[in-house]
């Protein structure tokens, strides 16, 4: 009996579709590396945030952000060349609170009750964030690469409150709100950078004269209110 040969069955690659949903995706396990990187940069910042704090910008090495960051040496120059560039960015992380505050905020603050009882209504990394800025521009005096940080970020700065200006008064030609902006960041710096002094005024008697001061700058817009209507006249009788 002559046996037939067996028929070799050729088998097709499957062309049904991967079930993605129980399939993990390569960026849900891992973040992709440009965010991996950005993370690495957050920490080193916030690091060298601590150790500027402590022991001012001269003394906080690249050694003690390390340790802080609890990185190598070696690894945090994979992110940053020197420390002005974490200096950068520990300012541009400032600047950005500083333009989403002046968002948020608007004209709903009393700025003249702020200037005179020197009541910034700031929270710990805002209080943090004014220190640094000090440690900041003292080296700015001493170092040009830090003093264009620090020209770059006060010019970003003014960009936002003269536009925030410039849509609340578009009476007020640019080179009118240029001044009036200058004039009001020259008092609000200022009284920040007097926050460790004792205050020689009364804060009443202040707060009046900085709120005439800036009504004469920036006049609120309070309706005014308007004479009765008179009754139409009679006509006389001939």
């Not at 240029?178 to 020259?186: C, L, P, S």
């Amino acid at each position: 009996m002559n046996r037939q040969p067996k028929s070799k069955l050729k088998l097709k690659p499957s062309t049904s579709p991967v079930d993605t949903a129980t399939a993990p995706a390569a960026s849900a396990v891992r973040p992709v590396k440009a965010v991996r990187d950005e993370l690495r940069r957050d920490e080193i910042a916030a690091a060298a945030r601590i150790c500027v704090l402590r022991h001012g910008f001269h003394a906080a090495s690249m050694a003690q952000i390390a340790e802080q960051a609890k990185m190598s040496v070696g690894q945090i120059y994979r992110y940053f060349p020197n420390k002005e560039a974490i200096i950068h960015a520990i300012v541009e992380r400032i600047v950005s609170h500083r333009l989403a505050w002046i968002d948020s905020t608007g004209g709903q603050i009393d700025m003249a009750d702020v200037l005179a009882m020197r009541m910034f209504n700031e929270d710990s990394t805002q209080a943090e964030d004014r220190v640094l800025l000090l440690e900041v521009t003292a080296e700015a005096t001493r170092n040009p690469v830090v003093a264009e940080i620090v020209r770059k970020a006060d010019r970003q700065l003014h960009a936002k409150a003269l536009a925030t200006v410039r849509r609340d008064f578009p009476e007020f030609s640019a080179k009118e709100a240029a001044v009036r902006v200058e004039f009001m960041a020259v008092l609000y710096e200022g009284t920040a950078f007097r926050l460790m002094t004792d205050p020689p005024a009364a804060p009443a008697k202040l707060a009046a004269l900085y709120r005439d001061v800036i009504e004469r700058l920036l006049p609120s817009k309070a309706p005014q209110k308007s004479a009765a209507p008179r009754s139409p006249a009679k006509p006389k009788r001939a």
